[in-house]
């Protein structure tokens, strides 16, 4: 079992930054393979970025590419979401979420991720 804690999530204006923690509990973060994803009200949630247990391969999704890093530490159990050159589309709920296996077919699959956090909220003024 773990438990994600995201921090980091705010109210900034459209080409400002920000950066959201997921803070993990447990000895074994990194075993499991961490994404992110958000979800605006009304809408599905959102694949944003995934990164393997070992940090080596990061993914994005289309609409963050180029402006959104994710990393991981996992000396301090932590994994990190890097957001450049924000646009107001970009404001949602932000969660992370950790899986045990990966599959390249399904890494942006919401329900194929096996724990979750409570979600951060990101804003972006026009």
């Known amino acids: 079992q773990v438990q994600l804690v995201e921090s980091g999530g705010g109210l900034v204006q459209a080409g400002g930054s920000l950066r959201l923690s997921c803070a993990t509990s447990?000895?074994?973060?990194?075993?499991?393979?961490m994404g992110w994803f958000r979800q605006a009200p009304g809408k599905e949630r959102e694949f944003v970025a995934g990164i393997r247990w070992s940090g080596g391969n990061t993914f994005y999704g289309d609409s963050v590419k180029g402006r959104f890093t994710i990393s991981r530490d996992n000396d301090k159990n932590t994994a990190y979401l890097q957001m450049n050159s924000l646009k107001p589309e970009d404001t949602a709920v932000y969660y992370c979420?950790?899986?045990?296996?990966?599959?390249?077919?399904?890494?942006?699959?919401?329900?194929?991720?096996?724990?979750w956090g409570q979600g951060t909220q990101v804003t972006v003024s026009s």
């Open positions: 447990g000895r074994t973060f990194g075993s499991y393979h």
């Open positions: 979420a950790a899986r045990v296996s990966f599959d390249y077919a399904d890494y942006e699959t919401p329900a194929t991720y096996d724990y």
